[in-house]
């Protein structure tokens, strides 16, 4: 019989962490992933972590002090903790271990299909004619696949112009030049929704999860406090926000902003951008996002909303909330049936911060942002060459009447 994952995450918590008692029946869980706590009373079964809050589930706080009730001291001073199954996956293996192997080499391709679609911008006045501009995106792309500063993937992109997927090489001080240009940025916007065309080709996405995550910088804010009496300082990031779609994990839309704005506001955005590509059932928020505006957004593109409500959200509103809010009240199972799904773009974030990196490199915002949306295009390009051994995805770009914008730079440098 398979234990339950939140039992299992709940005794590695309780053999981690220092459980703490309050009073009796009240315990202090440390959150596995940060430096807080939730509250577990033993008498109410109640948590106050989120996951109870919205599943109203026995979550891995409970599971824990009910593993650290259980330790029995004998008398040698050992312990007794009770023993559970790890938790395992099929795996085809001969596929992964074929698409892991072929990844790079397959990237490669499908990034020049994709870049065959940027067009050259008009060139104003005298000068040296400008590279190529689908030769630097391609460059500035293979940098953040490989992982390396741009003087240290200069031999990978060397070697894609001899395999004819570059036509001019571009220096590392022009792929560095272009990614400063805010100009760029709606260009690699639309690469992103472009890249996760050939899934919805076979029109196998029907639920949407949105979210956003951090990516850290080396740029610092420093400041003089005067109630402390010293300089301080704290390192600034740029926000992620992306829409995926749940079954395939390909990120359908982006948006890159400073790390100090909300996540709420750009649902409608995420929303849109989808919509242009994939058809839309259901989209799957996290208490966050809950709103009105939120709601009509995703009721405008034909879809269903399924976005918890916070404590103190009441039922009275326009019709569209009071619909969603008797569902989420009274119809608990069915909307977590749903909503469960939302996980998966946790795991976006995490494979692009395994195999892209969890920072920027760049100190100006706008090559901070143009970076961020680098690794979302190399990560939906791993996931066409997953997609392709798994689901026979065949990947083509720019169908139809999608084109890639032309940006028209400020700065008319070559």
């Not at 330790?71 to 293996?93: K, L, N």
């Amino acid at each position: 019989m398979a234990i339950d994952p939140r039992q299992q995450r709940g005794l590695l918590l309780a053999q981690a962490k220092r459980i703490k008692k309050l009073t009796h029946g009240k315990w202090i869980v440390p959150s596995a992933t940060s430096n807080g706590g939730y509250v577990v009373d033993t008498d109410e079964s109640t948590c106050s972590c989120p996951d109870h809050e919205t599943r109203a589930v026995k979550c891995k706080h409970i599971w824990a002090i009910e593993y650290v009730r259980k330790q029995v001291t004998t008398p040698d001073g050992s312990q007794v903790v009770t023993e559970t199954m790890r938790v395992t996956y099929a795996q085809d293996w001969p596929k992964y271990n074929r698409y892991q192997v072929e990844e790079k080499d397959r990237v490669r391709v499908l990034l020049r299909a994709l870049c065959q679609g940027i067009k050259n911008p008009v060139q104003r006045g005298r000068g040296r004619p400008r590279m190529p501009l689908a030769d630097v995106i391609y460059a500035a792309t293979m940098k953040t696949f490989v992982g390396m500063s741009g003087r240290r993937a200069s031999t990978d992109v060397n070697d894609c112009m001899g395999m004819g997927f570059v036509d001019k090489m571009p220096s590392y001080n022009t792929i560095f030049d272009y990614l400063e240009r805010p100009e760029v940025t709606p260009l690699l916007s639309t690469l992103v929704k472009e890249s996760a065309a050939p899934i919805a080709d076979i029109d196998l996405e029907r639920a949407y999860g949105i979210d956003a995550t951090g990516f850290s910088t080396q740029v610092y804010r420093r400041w003089f406090d005067a109630k402390y009496g010293k300089e301080m300082k704290e390192s600034t990031w740029v926000k992620l926000h992306i829409a995926i779609g749940v079954r395939s994990k390909i990120v359908t839309a982006a948006v890159v902003t400073d790390g100090s704005l909300h996540d709420s506001p750009f649902l409608p955005q995420l929303v849109e951008g989808t919509a242009e590509r994939f058809p839309m059932k259901e989209v799957l928020a996290d208490k966050g996002y809950i709103g009105i505006k939120n709601l009509e957004a995703i009721a405008k593109v034909g879809a269903e909303a399924y976005i918890p409500f916070k404590s103190n959200n009441q039922g009275d509103g326009p019709e569209l909330w009071r619909k969603m809010w008797h569902l989420y009240s009274f119809h608990r199972e069915e909307f977590l049936a749903h909503y469960h799904q939302r996980s998966n773009v946790e795991g976006v974030f995490s494979a692009i911060k395994r195999k892209f990196g969890a920072a920027v490199r760049a100190k100006d915002l706008d090559a901070q942002i143009n970076e961020a949306l680098l690794k979302v295009i190399c990560h939906n390009l791993s996931v066409l060459v997953r997609a392709s051994h798994e689901l026979g995805v065949d990947a083509k770009f720019w169908r139809g009447t999608a084109v890639a914008p032309i940006p028209e730079f400020v700065n008319d440098r070559p």
